[in-house]
Structure formats: structure tokens, C-alpha cells
């Protein structure tokens, strides 16, 4: 059925399984990054990209770089906010932590509205705390892969844009674009940050920014330098529109292999983007109902702040992830232990993303789901719970 | 004879040809970046980059982290330099310019000694330039992409430690590591920085930097903290750390396809590193001989200057870069035109790295010679030259 060599179902929360295509798109034979053929390719990865964000206002800009996802905070920290200007930070657990150190390495003034585990800030919260200062930006984790908390996005804009209309609205989105919905533009989002090995379905090694005509005007109108070089929007703005006008360019040699397998996903991806939104929102229902029967109780409590595209789960008092993510691996599924440091050792996370999902043919979802049931059960026998 | 589709041959100064197995390695199925199989790999093939540069020094540091070689210039000047101190950069083209600028990005004081096109700056302009001021660091570029001028980087380095002994030597090693002999403890440097898809015969998408333990200790003795998040020594340390001793560890996810094909690559290359290089000074010497058989007069006119991993070469009067290519192109051959501004219409760049040089019997240095003597004599004449 696959052309993979035979191996476990990776089912963390990214990196995820690949489609065959995907994978064979990294094996492309050597390039030039200015050869017009990868120019051209290079050039519609960018337009699916606005795509994916249901965007078509022409003043939005999309970036390709090499780099993790992580770097997608420099690009935010190091162009958007100047020094001695203040952020806000939704912090909804170890991405927002990190974001807002990031945040801080570039001299922004961090505050965080610290959500309590497995919940949102309350809007209220947000509003008070727009309305005591002036903040020049607002970022929030839509998917936070440490405990599967899905924050309000569309909420949090449109009370930005009432609120504080001047402050941009940053989303990190590394584990929610290509599994949750985003309306770029109808949403009045300013930038969106995320990361190629989710549930984009590439293989990790692209950090892909989606920016706002008001994003890129605050980068231009700085009263200071950017505060880096390689995640500088004014290096990489002329490339990004050369390549999408296809005309090569140079600021940084491009991942020539990775670019090929983006556009291979993001052509599956974007035939029909409302359609994948639903088959990641049935799946997840199908997961977190099946957790319930194994009386897992999700992380994320209220179901409007569950993740569609991964389940965090305590496990049963008594076990930890080392007692029950060997018994799926022995069943040929890999689950990840748990990454919120307060409450690390227990839970685990499942990742439902992709190919995972959309393929139903691979049965990788049912697998998985039968596999925690069993392993479940030998954990409980051999602890005698 | 090759796995890979058939396309033309890439013989520009990276990216470069790959190897069947090299680029077989880009296709390997998903797996988690913190899994045992996948640590083991990454931990691996950081070990490998000590051997590449011959250091056995356990103070020395390697690191691995997805992005474009120009983050290396990043990963530089946010941590071994700090905000007001001053930099010398031996700048030989196009490199040291932008160098410079990342440089100044993060605050240094940047003095360039600019070589004459085509040389090296002379060690005795280096020496007063380094008993007049303090420097930090000084930056050479190894083999300048935009000319192919080769720097003595051992004999720059040896002049530092006998002038200014506590000046930090940097040296831009993307276009010849791989290529190029570096002694990284012998020859005493601070950090050679390196990118994929050159001379090490990897896709693009992985900086590669080597730190001598003086750079760390400068790291970490700074007395303001890096200029920059992902960019930072302090952030990546402890995961190439733990990575190498065989420990899970995260900070950002790594590319993890581009590590197995550079596992694969320098468990190639390191199988004889010596003889790496031999090899390459020798078809460079064949390469260089034929172009003088031409005509063609190098960018790098004293042979000291001339790098072994491409050759830079004017055009006769009367032709630009856009009347031989499409006829090297024609038959099955890519070449780089120019970059240096000054002069980028006047020449062609011919890389000759990798397995076009270590595998004859691909024929590719053949096959582009014969190709460049028939798009030669064909543009002359239909130029009337």
C-alpha cells in the first residue's frame, strides 16, 4: 500500500506520517535555486500558501524559510515589536513560555495572561488588559501542542480590532494550520506563524509565515533596524515576491528538496481546504469519544477548547507514560509522553493529523485507538490497579 | 547507473550533485525527533562533523540546525560578539559584504580590508589592521562563491594568534568545506561555519558550524545576553549536548530527513578525508588547465588564490554569461553566471565538488569540459568573434 520502507505510525503531534508523494518530492534530483524550474515551483508554493489561509487580499505576504518553526518567532520578535514596546502574550502553556522569551530576546516588553492548564484566557481577561496599556502586538498559541488547548482566534481578533484596532495579531499556528480552520484575511489576522512537518504533512525543516498588509507596513515603518539578519522581513520581503513573480533571487540558498515536498502537500491540501477542516473535526470527535469510554479524561476540559488535530489525555492515577508508551509501540503506534512541565508524567499525547486522517484506507486512526485499549489495560494488570 | 530521474548535471558552486544514496536518505519515513533511533542518528552525524574538520578536541562544539548556511553569519554575530566591539572582516567579494552587514545587524563595529578582485588581502595589511585597534573577531571567507578566490585561512590564523591573540578567527567555510583542507584544532580556529549543499554533498536546508571551546567560553561569558532567539549558542548548546551523548532533548525540531542524508554523506566523505581533498585539488588542476587550454583567464589570477572546488572564469571580450550558458544548458550542462557585481556579466562559475569529482564515472567534469569548448567556439561564432 505505501512505498515506506515498513515502520511504526508515528502519531505525536508532529512530525507526522507522509503521503508517498510527499516523501518521493524529497528525493528530487539537485536544482538550482535560480533555474527557472524550481523559480516556478518555488513561486506556486508561495501562492498555495495564501491559499491554505483562505487568503486573496494581495497585500498579505507569505514566507518560506529554511528553519524550524521556532525560527517563525524571530521573524515575529525581530521585525514586528521594537525594543521597549509592549506584547501580550496568551499563554496557554510551553509555546507561550518560549514565545514570549523570544519575544523578550529582541527587548519587547513581555506581559503573559497565564491561562490555568487545559483552558483559554477568558476574553474578559484579554479586554482588561488591552484596554490598561498600549500593546503594539497580541500573540496567541492556536493549538498548544504541550497540552492540546485550542485557543479562540477569531474571537480574540475581532475583540482586538475593537479594543486596540493598531495592535497586530499574532498567531503561532505550528500545530494548527492544516488541521484547524483559519480565515486569513476574513479573521483580520497579521501574521501566522508556522512549521512544515505538522499537519501540512512535510517533512520539518520550513518555518512558513503568513503576514498582513499592516505587518509588513510596521516592519517597513520601524524608527530602528530589524533585530536580526536572517529573520529579517526587509531581507526576505524581495525574494518572496520575486519568486511568486517568477523571477529567481537571491538573499539565502532555499531547502530546493523541502520546497518540492511543500508544494506536493499544499497542491493535496488546498483541492479542497473546507473539506479537510471536517475530516480533521470527525476524526478528532471519533478520538476524544473513544478516550472517554477508557474514561481518559483530555487535558483540554471544555470541548471549545479541544484541539482537532491532537488529544492530550491524563492517564488513570498510578501510571505514568512509560508504562503505556511501550505497550503501543509494541503494537507498532508511537504516542508522545507529556510536555507541560507541571504535569509532564501524566498524560500523553496523540497526534491525529494528515495522511493519519484523511487516508482512511491506512487505518492508521483505528489502529492507534485499539492499541491504547489494550495497552491500557496490560498497564493497569501489571501495576495491579 | 543513478536511482535519480535524468536531468541535467548541476555544476554551479552548490547546490551540487547528489549521490543515490544520499538523496535516498531524503525520502526516510517519518519519524519522531526524540525517538532512540533518531537521537542516535543526529548524535552521530555530529560526532561525524568533528572528523570532518579533523578536531578531536573535546571542547570543540558542532552544531546542526535547520536553516541556510547564512544563519551561521547569525549564529556568529549574536553570540561571540557583543553590541560596540569591533570586527575586522578580510572581505574577497560578495560574501564579505554581507557578512559584514550581519555583523553590524547585531551591533559590532565592522572594519572591512577589502582584497582587489580576484585576490587575497596581503597578511601584512591584516597584521597592521589587527595592532591598531582591538578586535573581537576577524571573519575570512574560505573560498568566496561570488570569485572563487581560496583565503589562507591557516596562515591568517597563525598571524592572529602571534598579533592578537584573543581575536576570534571566523572563518565562512559554506563554499569549501568538503572541498578545502581545514585543521580545525591544528590550525587553532574559533568557528568555521557551513552550509549542506556544497562540497558536503547534502540537499540545501542545514547550517553546519564548528566552535572551538574559546568561542563557547566568549558565548557564555558574554555580559549582555544574545542579540538573537533561534540564532542563539545558549539555546542550542545543551541539545547538541545531549543529542550527541545519546539524551533525548528539545529546543526546536530538527530537520530530521536532512540529518539522515547528512549521516550519509559524511559517513562518505570521513571515510577518508585526506584523500577527499587530494582528489579535489587534482581535478581542479585538470579543470583550471583546460580552461587556460581555452582561453579563459580566472577571477583568482595567482594560483595560491585559486579554490579547488570551482573555477570562476572571464569570458572572452565580446561575450556575457547569457551567450554560453543556454549552450552548455543544451548540452546537458549548468553553470552559474557571475555574482560579483562589479563584474557579474564578465565571467562563468564551474563547481566541481562532490561526486562529480569523486565518482569519474559519472563523466560529469568531462562531459562539461567537452561542453564548454562547443558552447564556446559556438557563441564566438555566432558573435562574429
Not at 64 to 73: H, N, P, R
Not at 141 to 160: E, I, P, R
Not at 231 to 251: C, D
Not at 268 to 295: C, M, N, W, Y
Amino acid at each position: 500500500m505505501s512505498a515506506q520502507a515498513p515502520h511504526n505510525t508515528l502519531l505525536i503531534p508532529g512530525p507526522i506520517e507522509f503521503d508517498d508523494a510527499v516523501l518521493q518530492s524529497m528525493s528530487h534530483y539537485a536544482e538550482s535555486h535560480v533555474a527557472p524550474g524550481f523559480v516556478k515551483v518555488f513561486g506556486e508554493t508561495l501562492t498555495l500558501v495564501r491559499k491554505l489561509f483562505q487568503s486573496t487580499n494581495p497585500t498579505a505576504q507569505p514566507f518560506i524559510i529554511s528553519g524550524s518553526g521556532t525560527l517563525g518567532w524571530d521573524l515575529v520578535s525581530a521585525n514586528l515589536i521594537e525594543r521597549g514596546e509592549n506584547a501580550l502574550v496568551l499563554n496557554t502553556g510551553y509555546f507561550g513560555d518560549s514565545f514570549g522569551q523570544c519575544l523578550e530576546t529582541y527587548g519587547a516588553n513581555v506581559t503573559h495572561l497565564k491561562a490555568p492548564i487545559g483552558d483559554r484566557t477568558p476574553l474578559e481577561e484579554v479586554e482588561a488588559a488591552l484596554k490598561e496599556k498600549s500593546y503594539k502586538l497580541i500573540t496567541l498559541t492556536h493549538v498548544d501542542t504541550s497540552t492540546g488547548v485550542l485557543s479562540d482566534v477569531k474571537g480574540v481578533a475581532q475583540l482586538v480590532r475593537r479594543v486596540s484596532p493598531d495592535t497586530l495579531v499574532v498567531v503561532d499556528g505550528v500545530c494548527s494550520v492544516g488541521s484547524e480552520e483559519i480565515a486569513f484575511d476574513e479573521w483580520d489576522l497579521d501574521a501566522v506563524l508556522t512549521a512544515s512537518q505538522k499537519a501540512i504533512g512535510c517533512p520539518p525543516g520550513l518555518s512558513i509565515v503568513m503576514t498582513s498588509g499592516r505587518a509588513i507596513q510596521a516592519a517597513q515603518s520601524r524608527k530602528t533596524p530589524p533585530g536580526a539578519y536572517y529573520a529579517s522581513i526587509a531581507n526576505w520581503l524581495p525574494i518572496m515576491q520575486n519568486y511568486e513573480n517568477n523571477k529567481p533571487s537571491y538573499f539565502a540558498t532555499p531547502p530546493t528538496q523541502l520546497v518540492h515536498a511543500l508544494h506536493t502537500t499544499l497542491t493535496q491540501i488546498t483541492a479542497d481546504v473546507p473539506g479537510r477542516f471536517a475530516i480533521h473535526t470527525e476524526v478528532s470527535d471519533k478520538v476524544k469519544a473513544a478516550a472517554a469510554e477508557l474514561g481518559l479524561k483530555q487535558l483540554a476540559a471544555r470541548s471549545e477548547c479541544q484541539a482537532h488535530g491532537m488529544t492530550a489525555m491524563y492517564l488513570p492515577e498510578g501510571l505514568v507514560p512509560a508504562d503505556v508508551l511501550p505497550g503501543l509501540l509494541k503494537r507498532g503506534v508511537i504516542f508522545a509522553a507529556g510536555l507541560h512541565k507541571e504535569i509532564a508524567t501524566k498524560y500523553i499525547r496523540f497526534g491525529h493529523m494528515g495522511v493519519s486522517v484523511t487516508d482512511p484506507k491506512r487505518g492508521d486512526v483505528d489502529n492507534a485507538l485499539a492499541a491504547l485499549k489494550e495497552a491500557l489495560a496490560e498497564a493497569k494488570q501489571a501495576k495491579g490497579l
